[in-house]
């Protein structure tokens, strides 16, 4: 698929993009199908790169939220995990998997400051910081622990979400982390604007650029700043070079139409498909499956049309999202499903759909070989 420019960006839908996954039969629908192998060789290729490289690999639990595949992960050489909640770290760190760094503001305030505390002293837990104040609430929350809580400063590459802008602020964090009786072991960045038609190779430049300005500059104020952490599937490849000590991509293992759209996944990298049941054709110019906003979440980039791509049906345009129906338009003579097929829509952004759902169906050859749970479905705190 051709990315194009920016603004006059349209993606092809064609019939020759298939990725390579079967729906078994006897699929009860909506269902999210995972082919093993597949996820195997997505695992199986970034961790040799990185390898390769000589750069550690850390990837996000949110995308699977599957300790099995975490588990696959860190097989293959990953060197922890990287989550966004506590609530992901409790469920990695219950199950014995205890490297995990939470990449994300956490304000340790509330609920949160002895679960953060009890994190810490069962695991080899660390935690972004981009905020002073937020700096003193943590080290409160660990306070009198036996060792550092170790933390990585996070710093905005262009993404303008979270993460302080350059040097000067990085110093001031830092600087707060060590008067609240943290250590600082690292700096961090999320390419996450990298996630446009043609925009992957800037936002990776911009993330090593960023991570050498700021962890030299931490490293002149005398910190000893041992992880330089980048991360995001589009530019994982493209900035795990330099500087770079770890990459941290998460949505890699599965892939799903937005990153066959940005090329950072082939046909053949889409490991998930949601299995949908054609239930209405009544209306004319459409079909309506029953995979809607509570399956395949409503999460659509402006550049992309529709709200996921269904392979065997090209011509079709996932266009409109109920709780449980999709309305998929197909104009006159495309090829069109009957009602009662089963169909596999590939899911625009495939974490968000996981998270909404309770197992997976694990598959490979076109048969089911085992159904795996979602161990931290909806686990937002
Ligand atoms: N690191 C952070 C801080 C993130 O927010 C994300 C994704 O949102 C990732 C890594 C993984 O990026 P991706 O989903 O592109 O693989």
Known sequence: VDAGGASSYRPTMTASWTPPIGIPGGTDTPDLVVDLDVVESNIARIAKEMARRGVDLRPHFKTHKSLRIARLQLEAGAVGVTCATLAEAEVLVAAGITDVFVAYPVWAGGAKAARVRRLHELGRLSVGIDDEVAAGVLGEAVRGSRARLSVLVEVDSGLRRSGVGGPDDAVVVARACRKAGLQVSGVFTHGGHGYGPGAAEKAARDEVELLRVVGDALADDGFEIATRSAGS???????????????????????????????????????????????????????????????????????????????????????????????????????????????????????????????????????VMDRWPVDAPARNT
């Open 233 to 367: 599937t589009p530019t994982a490849l493209r900035s795990a070079m330099g500087c770079v000590t770890e990459e941290r991509p998460g949505t890699y293992v599965f892939g799903d139409w937005q990153q066959s759209v940005l090329g950072s996944c082939a046909p053949d990298g889409v490991a998930l498909i949601v299995a949908s049941t054609v239930v209405s054709t009544a209306v004319d110019g459409q079909f309506v499956i029953d995979a809607g906003a509570k399956t395949l979440s409503k999460d659509r980039p402006d550049w992309l049309p529709g709200h996921g791509y269904i392979p065997r049906f090209p011509g079709a345009l996932v266009a409109r999202l109920y709780d449980h129906h999709a309305a998929c338009e197909v104009s006159d003579g495309a090829a069109r499903p009957a009602v009662g097929e089963i169909v596999g829509v590939v899911p625009n952004h495939v974490c968000p759909v996981v998270n909404l759902a309770r197992s997976l169906t694990v598959v490979r050859d076109g048969r």
